[in-house]
């Protein structure tokens, strides 16, 4: 049972346009919520972490929301660019037992086109 | 180097023919991850060591799977008797804290080891 949850699976759109990522999770308890970008052939690389006091954070053209009440978590890219094609991974960590683990989604799979 | 490296980069093995992947950390890393990715999925952890002390196997899928950081530094992940259902990409992830400083904690990955079993 996969306890993070991405949609769309994949998403194609437009130089310049703007896009949301939707991450929704059951992981409990929960420690923060991070979202990873991972080109072709890389390693996922942080983009952003929030905890359940947050509620939003920016890095540059992404921003991040969470309502820890309902587990939901979005990643909203604005004006996106030809390097924004790749994959996006919603990555939940867990409280007391589950220390050191974290929980991946399967990702959504962005495709920019000039 | 500045980042994790890991290597080989690509391998290709025969079915029940052993392997060991190699992971270099970032220097000065406390915390080194195991992962295994699935073609279009996403990773799933396998093990986690805090220096040379290997705290949680939990996600290793079968007794096949062994993995050791001697030294607290490299890491080597060992597959015997590989089985068609390896195939994946193995990510090596390292961090600079200790369990119990988890709050600003950042794992950082290494470019992943593609396993192809046939």
């Known amino acids: 049972k996969n306890q993070v949850e991405q949609s769309p699976q994949s998403l194609i759109i437009l130089e310049g346009k703007n896009c949301t990522l939707q991450?929704?999770?059951?992981?409990?308890?929960?420690?923060?919520l991070r979202w990873y970008k991972q080109d072709t052939g890389r390693g996922p690389v942080s983009l952003t972490i929030m905890t359940f006091s947050e509620n939003t954070k920016s890095n540059g053209r992404y921003t991040a929301t969470l309502d820890a009440d309902t587990k939901q978590s979005s990643l909203h890219i604005t004006a996106s660019q030809l390097s924004d094609s790749a994959s996006y991974i919603c990555v939940v960590r867990g409280r007391g037992s589950t220390l050191g683990r974290l929980y991946f989604g399967r990702g959504t799979q962005l495709t920019v086109w000039p | 180097g500045a980042g994790v490296s890991q290597s080989p980069r690509y391998k290709v093995a025969k079915r029940g023919q052993d392997v060991a992947l190699r992971c270099d950390p970032i220097s000065g890393h406390v915390s080194l991850f195991w992962y295994q990715q699935a073609l279009g999925q996403g990773p799933e952890f396998l093990t986690y060591?805090?220096?040379?002390?290997?705290?949680?196997k939990s996600g290793l899928p079968s007794d096949r799977f062994f993995a050791e950081r001697p030294e607290g530094s490299v890491s080597t992940l060992k597959i015997q008797r590989t089985q068609q259902e390896d195939s994946a990409v193995y990510l090596c992830a390292s961090s600079l804290v200790r369990a119990g400083n988890w709050y600003q904690e950042t794992q950082y990955f290494g470019p992943g080891t593609r396993l192809l079993v046939l």
């Open positions: 060591f805090q220096n040379e002390a290997q705290l949680d």
């Open positions: 991450c929704n999770y059951t992981v409990s308890p929960f420690s923060n």
